[in-house]
């Protein structure tokens, strides 16, 4: 391989700085050129890349967001937009590109794999955790600090105004965040997509937490769970079933994809990186790289695209436990 291009695509996560910065740095120490690639698909569509030494990656990693900027391109899902986007890399001499992003951003690389031969890596970045094939995706430890910090303050107003919050945390399709930002903050219950529980045990429980002498209660609730409410229509129909409740929503939004990352993610964002390089140094491609037991490790992107991590169900039985 004689010239690594890198880019950043879909949510951006804290940590994804601290990859761009191993991958190049990775490649400089070997003596392979790296180019960036700006607005993920999109600038390679474009042909809006940059090329990067050692020097231009200084004093990132503690930063979140993405120096690279991210995108999702609707062009890149048609084969013509796909096309001009090889055209660029075979003009700029790209041998390999490292994708760092989420499961979309691997099947459109997936896709291009096979289109054109490119060979590819995948670097699990997204908050949400819901990837197969690593235990954490970059930015899922920043991101659940985030949460415990805001609850911890929710928790405070809470608590004066013996009130009942709802609080709303990100996880499209995964409660990942939900449950252990949950436990970490103490919340009495957590609602997450994959455990339906219901709308009666959630009254059940609230009711039972009243009456043990609780004087204020968090819920979390993951955005994607599927008991077919919004966290709106949550907080109505708790009010309508339980009046004695003085009720608050607050949703945490995106300021769980921002700050700096944490030293868990600094440290894994380096490993992963210099993974994904020398993995394309031994003439491999359609892989994620990623933490399994501490280990990292290759996983066809295939297999990561298709599964999700899963939840760990003992966790739920652990809230349950210290909600009593
Ligand atoms: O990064 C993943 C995620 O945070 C999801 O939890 C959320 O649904 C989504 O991104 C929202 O992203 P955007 O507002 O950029 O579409």
Redesign the pocket.
Known sequence: IKKVGVLTS????PGMNAAIRSVVRTCAYHNIECVGIYRGYQGMIEGDFKEMGPRSVNNIINKGGTILKSA?SKEFMSAEGRKKAFEHLKKEGIDGVVVIG?DGSFTGALVFNKEFGMPVMGIPG???N?IFGTSHTL?YDT?LNTVVECIDKIRDTASSHNRLFFVEV?????GH?ALNAGIGAGAEEILIPEEDLGLDRLLESLEKSRNSGKSSSIVVVA??DKMGKSVFELKDYIEEHLPEYDIRVSVLG?M??GGAPSCFDRVLASRLGVKAVESLMEGKSNYMVGLIQDEVTLTPLEQAIKGHYPIDTELLRVSDIMST
């Open positions: 879909g949510g951006d996560s999702r989420g997204t908050i949400d819901d930015g991101a990100m996880g499209r399709d995964a965040i955005e994607g995106h769980q994809r």
